[in-house]
């Protein structure tokens, strides 16, 4: 499986951008597809996960910013990020996990960075 993120750029406090990432390869149609950002000197964390079924976890800090949505026929996960802060500032990383009986298996995308000027 491959990820192929993009999107990220230079945006102003206040200004919007949306990143995309399409996974390749053999894919279980039962899966979770999320978006997880890294700022430096600090651990990657969950920004945002959909499920294949449509259930969503946002972390609290991107919530009422940051929406979440998928395509599950072009097996591509979007991020539209409003109202961006320069706190958001990191280098973005899309995933898809899923499981088959014990096992889980995690993929991820290259990253793609977003920085936010204040």
């Known amino acids: 499986v491959q990820l192929q993120a993009s999107g990220g750029g230079l945006v102003q406090a206040g200004g919007s951008l949306r990143l995309s990432c399409a996974a390749s390869?053999?894919?279980?149609?039962?899966?979770?597809m999320g978006w997880y950002r890294q700022a430096p000197a600090k651990q990657r964390e969950l920004v945002a996960a959909?499920?294949?079924?449509?259930?969503?976890n946002y972390a609290d800090s991107v919530k009422g910013r940051f929406t979440i949505s998928r395509d599950n026929g072009k097996n591509t996960v979007y991020l539209q990020m409003n109202s961006l802060k320069p706190e958001d500032t990191a280098v973005y990383y899309c995933n898809i996990n899923y499981k088959s009986g014990i096992l889980r298996y995690d993929y991820w995308g290259q990253g793609t960075q977003v920085t936010v000027s204040s």
């Open positions: 390869g053999t894919i279980f149609s039962i899966n979770v």
């Open positions: 959909l499920t294949s079924g449509g259930s969503t």
